[in-house]
């Protein structure tokens, strides 16, 4: 109370300007028609814009959550439209598959969600970090996805962190195959263009088009079968060999990534353990 009063004391004369301009407002806008209207034509925008701006700021932390869901739900559908294929596969066999083997085909892939809190573009090699490690169940060597196409490849885990190898990566490659056809070759960054990668392997008698669209193959054993790469977007033949020289327009857009969904093959190492006694 006496730091109040002190306050008052020291400052009594600014405090009693302040309050003889309010009151003169006040008997201003009572009194005077015009003036009364402009002050709630004013009051009213004031309040009008600060209500907006309140409103702005809680859509945009509340877009955080929107995010997250969106993202839970894509990785859901992701799930559904891959059961969906291997039902459908299921019911195209003559006779029914034993239960065991069903039940198995539908926990074939999981899909987790995660979060990209760090990524890079212009170095020769680019990786992504994940807000989600082991303890999520993200292990190396699993493949990473977007909602539009390839990512990368899990290298290394901490407890909640994870880090991608990129498609935008000199070491990157990976087995890509023509969506209307069975012919395939091998995908490799050329270490410039963010947007663009290369398409090797690819001989001339394989008939395609500019905009034919590419997508994975399972010889690699990480990704699923079918998901998207990218379209062609120029080719060229050469002297030197026999095959095309083909440019591929990627899919995903690495400068616009924020949530990825990292593939876990459930039966990886069977069939890993399988291959093995080939060797």
Known sequence: MRTLFAFIVKYHVVLLFVVLQVLCVVLIVRHNEPQRNNFVSSSN????????????????????????????????LL????????????????????????????????????????????????????????????????????????????????????????????????????????????LYWQGKNYQTASLTEIPFHVKFEVGDTLVTNEFSNIYPGNIMIGTIKSFNTTDNDNFYGITVQLATDFKNLEYVYVVNNLFKKERENLEKLNN
């Open 79 to 186: 799930k559904n439209q891959l059961y969906s294929k291997i039902d459908r596969s299921i019911e195209s066999h003559n006779e029914p598959l034993p239960a065991e083997i069903s039940n198995n085909l539908d926990q074939e892939y999981e899909y987790i969600v995660a979060k990209v809190i760090n990524n890079s573009t212009n170095k020769p090699n680019n990786y992504l970090t994940l807000n989600k490690g082991w303890r999520q169940g993200i292990a190396p060597d699993m493949a990473v996805i977007s909602a539009n196409g390839i990512v990368g490849i899990v290298t290394n885990v901490s407890q909640n962190f994870s880090t991608v190898m990129s498609v935008l990566h000199a070491r990157y490659r990976v087995s890509a195959k023509f969506k209307n056809s069975n012919y395939f070759g091998s």
């Open 45 to 76: 925008a004031v309040f009008a814009r600060v209500f907006s701006v309140n409103q702005a700021v809680s859509q945009y932390f509340g877009l955080v959550q929107i995010n997250n869901d969106l993202a839970e739900q894509n990785a859901e």
